[in-house]
């Protein structure tokens, strides 16, 4: 079990830049969008490589969805860019055929929520087959040149790895990006270091958690609730995913949860986490109140789906937490790794939500549209 926070000196150093192309096309990016503006979200696109698959899962008004994706089409420069509406009935159809029916709404649909939306994007990177490597990152980005930092620092990390790596054990890789501040738009001042408050609720839990499962006291979880963050594509499908809020927790509960020792199996895991301290500030949209204690206690929910490996003393923190911040226990729902779903590459299926045919250009594209 390896934990490691780290920054570097400088981001673009020649000699630790692998081979970017090679990457870059490899590497699936899941933009997951709900209602940010459309240059908002053309923003955050302009910052992600031209030679990368772009598989946006929105889960706007559908009344919205074809003017949504007329917009892109006219504007976008990323010929391989995917929208993909969450309540597309393709979706409910292609999960209910497998066995996921806990995805679906009442309205038999697949609900809401932000675990769904990457279990979606998950997905249909799984079904292009060639990404090696997938990254999430959501579209309320006010300031997007963050994240170029953001995928050279996951580039260098996961090839660093790619290029050292041996076939003698299971290994299961996750880059999670941690914000050096939060600043709002119009504050006069950048502030280093500033945590949010589920933040430091969860991953002072999840911290302990950590020396409790693997004798570690020198590390300190700081990336509980990640929205930027990477996986080797292979580590991925061996995770479960989660409802809502509770998806980035859950995942890393889950990863550190592959390293401990199973009776069946002669030897762990071998888990790599690496949280990277980002230089550049994150600018997104402000949450009330209210959003942060849903944050909260969902992110708090995950932690029952893995009870029975749970200290007693860490079920006691959790609980005097919840009662101090008055809230619901809450655990999610949990949805199957995609590996168990025996799922083979399936082009037809996703191109059905590619906004560029290979052979078209954007003229006739915009054509298309206007």
Not at 43 to 68: A, D, H, Q
Request: proline letters at 4%.
């Amino acid at each position: 079990m390896n934990v490691d926070t780290l920054c570097f000196s400088q981001i673009l150093e020649a000699n630790n830049l692998y081979d970017l192309n090679y990457f870059f096309t490899r590497t699936a990016f899941v933009i997951a969008h709900k209602n940010e503006r459309l240059e908002t979200l053309l923003g955050v696109i302009w910052y992600l490589p031209i030679n990368s698959p772009i598989l946006i899962v929105t889960n706007c008004p559908e009344t919205e969805k074809e003017e949504l994706a007329c917009a892109l089409t006219r504007q976008l420069q990323h010929r391989q860019s995917y929208l993909i509406h969450q309540k597309d009935p393709a979706l409910a159809h292609f999960f209910a055929e497998r066995g996921v029916q806990a995805i679906l709404g009442s309205d038999g649909k697949v609900a809401s929520g932000k675990g769904e939306g990457m279990y979606i994007g998950a997905l249909i990177a799984r079904l292009l087959g060639y990404p090696e490597w997938i990254i999430f990152y959501d579209a309320d980005n006010f300031v997007p040149n963050a994240l170029m930092e953001y995928t050279l620092a996951m580039s260098r990390l996961f090839m660093e790895e790619y290029m050292t790596r041996s076939c003698e054990t299971e290994k299961f890789h996750n880059v999670r990006i941690c914000w050096s501040s939060k600043p709002a738009l119009g504050c006069n001042c950048i502030t280093p270091g500033i945590a949010e408050c589920c933040t430091q609720v969860v991953s002072s839990i999840m911290t302990k958690l950590l020396a409790a499962w693997f004798d570690i006291e020198d590390r300190t979880i700081i990336s509980a609730n990640a929205g930027e963050q990477g996986f080797a594509m292979d580590t991925l499908q061996a995770l479960r995913f989660s409802s809502g809020y509770s998806i980035e927790t859950f995942q890393l509960l889950d990863l550190l949860a592959k390293a401990l020792l199973p009776a069946t199996q002669l030897q762990p895991a071998h888990v790599i986490l690496q949280q990277y301290q980002a230089q550049s500030p994150h600018f997104h949209e402000q949450r009330d109140t209210e959003h942060i204690k849903r944050l909260i206690a969902e992110s708090l929910g995950s932690f029952y789906c893995f009870q029975e490996l749970l200290p007693a003393d860490i079920v006691q923190q959790l609980r005097q937490t919840q009662y101090e911040l008055s809230l619901q226990s809450c655990p999610p729902l949990v949805y199957p790794a995609l590996r168990e779903l025996s799922l083979e590459k399936n082009e037809r299926f996703v191109n059905h939500y590619r906004l560029f045919e290979d052979n078209d250009t954007i003229d006739q594209e915009m054509d298309i549209c206007s």
